[in-house]
């Protein structure tokens, strides 16, 4: 099925599901968004039909997130269900620290790629960020996706002013070795922060580092359904830049509908405002017509949330 577009004219290719809030680790810029209690999670029957309505709606692409993912330990069943679909890909966001357990039972049931979040490869820093101690478990978890063939396998790597803004390089020679994709993404705002100075701190504005990667790069590609971010190809290496704050190419070229924990759509990454019921009509036994309505209402909610400034 050709994919729906929104009021604005994107056309709605990918869906990310937040399967958890819960987490093993607590790191420092973490938005805890839509907390929910573990028995209160959608079932993997449940995540099941969000992606077969999804998938009736021109859905291509599926990435399951957190919280911590692989923290659920009906993971695997959950892949198992979503594979038969036949999305064109899966994916999963996950911090890591099950990696070496799950990858090659992922692969088997479905899984395509997986994305690590993964900010420093300094063990004292790795602390500061994640309260934790499971840098070692992470890197091993991390060449494990790989041998197993979940690739391509990328890191996100958040930068920080005063924190690891200075790891850039470290973090592209560990990425390149293995054959690994970096993505550094810009610090986005949270209001669940324990400093509320946190963002202004530590906000870091990745427009040097844009400036410097074009002067050194081999070749630069375009992403143009993925929010028009730039990759960058150096050294037979990979970076790609994720700058979604006061980014009116983020928005313009989204094409992404999300999912909350607790079964809402979620029309933009960064309002929760505009959400939409969905799971709630399900357990209700609401059809598939008044589910699909539903779902529709939730993408007919978007709009860029930073606009072009007209002339």
């Known amino acids: 099925m050709k994919a729906i577009k929104d009021p604005f004219n994107r056309p709605i290719i990918s869906l990310r599901i937040t ?3 819960r987490c093993d680790e607590n790191c420092i810029y973490c938005h805890h968004d839509g907390m929910v209690n573990s028995k209160d999670e959608m079932t993997p029957e449940e995540i099941y039909k969000i992606c077969e309505i999804s ?12 919280g911590e993912p692989l923290i659920r330990k009906d993971i695997v069943e959950i892949i198992e269900k979503i594979s038969k679909l036949n ?14 357990k799950y990858a090659e039972k992922l692969k088997d049931a479905g899984l395509d790629r997986v994305n690590v979040s993964l900010d420093t490869l300094n063990p004292e820093t790795y602390k500061f960020i994640t309260k934790r101690d499971y840098l070692d478990r992470v890197k091993r978890g991390i060449v494990k996706a790989v041998e197993v063939g979940l690739n391509p396998v990328k890191i996100n790597m958040v930068l920080m002013k005063g924190i690891n803004e200075n790891e850039v390089k470290d973090m592209f020679y560990f990425t390149k070795e293995y054959g690994i994709v ?4 810009e610090l986005m705002e949270s209001e669940n922060c324990d400093d509320s100075k946190f963002n202004a701190e530590y906000h870091y504005d990745l427009t ?6 074009t002067k050194i790069a081999d070749d ?11 990759k960058y190809f150096i050294d037979g290496g990979e970076i790609e830049l994720v700058k979604p704050i006061e980014n009116t190419n983020f928005c313009k070229n989204c094409t992404r509908l999300r999912i909350t924990p607790d079964g809402k759509v979620k029309p933009c990454l960064l309002r929760n405002d505009n959400l939409v019921e969905l799971l709630s ?10 589910l699909k309505k539903q779902y529709i ?11 072009e400034k007209e002339d």
Request: aromatic residues 6%; charged residues 30%; hydrophobic residues 30%.
């Open 208 to 213: 040097s580092l844009e400036e410097e990667l």
């Open 87 to 100: 999305f064109r890909d899966i994916s999963i966001t996950t911090n890591g620290t099950m990696l070496e």
């Open 281 to 290: 009509y399900m357990r209700e036994g609401a059809d598939d017509e008044i």
């Open 19 to 21: 399967i958890t809030n």
């Open 55 to 66: 998938k009736d709606l021109g859905i291509q692409r599926v990435r399951l997130s957190g």
């Open 182 to 185: 970096l993505q550094v993404i």
């Open 297 to 307: 209402k939730g993408i007919n909610n978007r709009e860029p949330y930073t606009h």
């Open 220 to 230: 630069i590609k375009t992403r143009e359904f993925m929010q028009n971010r730039k």
